[in-house]
């Protein structure tokens, strides 16, 4: 017979073993992708916005890669010349220590093409949601209904809803160099400040990928951004895992030109599970 005991403890010990939320979080895409079997007619919201997304991303790769190609041939050229300087000054016998630059010269072009990777996802996510944004407000609507049987829409009036898109994506901006400036600046401590650099750039891109695609539930009660914030946080390590599965399907190139309204109906997905029932309480003292 199993007891409450019995099962307190099965629950805690699962809450263990995916990381306290971490790898819940992360599934949520995949778990889209049973609400969209069940579903079927929730495919006419996404085709759509992969339309929008391949246009867009036919420009955004096309312009970004050969710009970012030469700025990533110019900062690998300049790293290697300050190492082959440091080097003329090593005794003959540190010759080997060339194989050495190589190695580096590659490592630091691999590591830049990456970033460019990342980058371009991240700016594909910014321009594709506004830009889709009638075909996810209604995938999102019919997602929280068939999730919760229901849904909340404050009406403020066309003139303030797209007054309120504009503060959001602002605020964003904000956010984003506020933090980015601060993070610059531990930059120049040696050895912990890359640590440090490194940590709190994930955690804002994180935010920020959390803020867009949590949007479009919590904008209709019309939430303030602080509380947004707020919300990702409370739902943190699930809000993390979720960010970090997003990040790399965004970041995987042409493929997230498909995996964007994935990420954006996964979102609801996760608001109405961990945030509209957990801390339905606060969202209505907001």
């Known amino acids: 017979m199993i007891t409450i005991d019995s099962l307190k403890s099965t629950i805690i010990m699962l809450h263990i073993l995916t990381g306290f939320g971490f790898l819940s979080g992360m599934s949520y895409p995949f778990r889209l992708l049973a609400v969209l079997k ?7 919201y996404i085709i759509f916005p992969i339309l929008v997304n391949i246009l867009l991303g036919f420009f955004l790769y096309i312009g970004l890669f050969l710009l970012g190609g030469e700025v990533t041939q110019e900062l ?30 590659w490592l630091i072009r691999l590591f830049l093409s990456l970033f460019l990777l990342f980058f371009t996802g ?13 075909w996810y407000g209604n995938l ?4 929280e209904k068939i999730t919760t049987e229901k849904i909340e829409i404050i009406e403020v009036g066309f003139v303030r809803d797209i007054w309120r898109a504009i503060l959001f994506e ?5 956010l984003m160099i506020s933090f980015g400036l601060f993070i610059f600046l531990f930059s120049f401590i040696p050895v912990i400040g890359a640590i440090i650099s490194t940590i709190g750039g994930l955690i804002i891109t994180g935010t920020i990928i959390c803020l867009d695609f949590f949007d479009s539930p919590l904008e209709r009660r019309r ?8 919300l990702v946080m409370k739902t943190f390590p699930a809000s993390a895992g979720f960010a970090v599965i997003c990040l790399l399907l965004i970041s995987i190139p042409f493929i997230n ?3 964007i309204p994935f990420c954006v109906g996964s ?20």
């Open 38 to 44: 069940s579903n079927p007619g929730l495919l006419s």
């Open 76 to 105: 690998t050229q300049i790293m290697i010349n300050r190492l082959d300087i440091f080097l003329a000054d090593l005794p003959s016998w540190l010759n080997s220590l060339d194989y050495l630059v190589i190695f580096l010269g």
């Open 122 to 134: 991240f700016i594909l996510v910014q321009f594709g949601v506004i830009l889709a944004a009638p």
């Open 140 to 143: 999102s609507e019919e997602i």
């Open 170 to 174: 602002i605020k964003k901006i904000v």
């Open 223 to 230: 939430l303030k951004f602080r509380k947004k914030i707020n």
């Open 257 to 259: 030109l498909i995996t």
């Open 267 to 286: 979102g609801t997905l996760f608001v109405c599970d961990r945030i509209l029932i957990q801390h339905l309480s606060s969202i209505e003292k907001s």
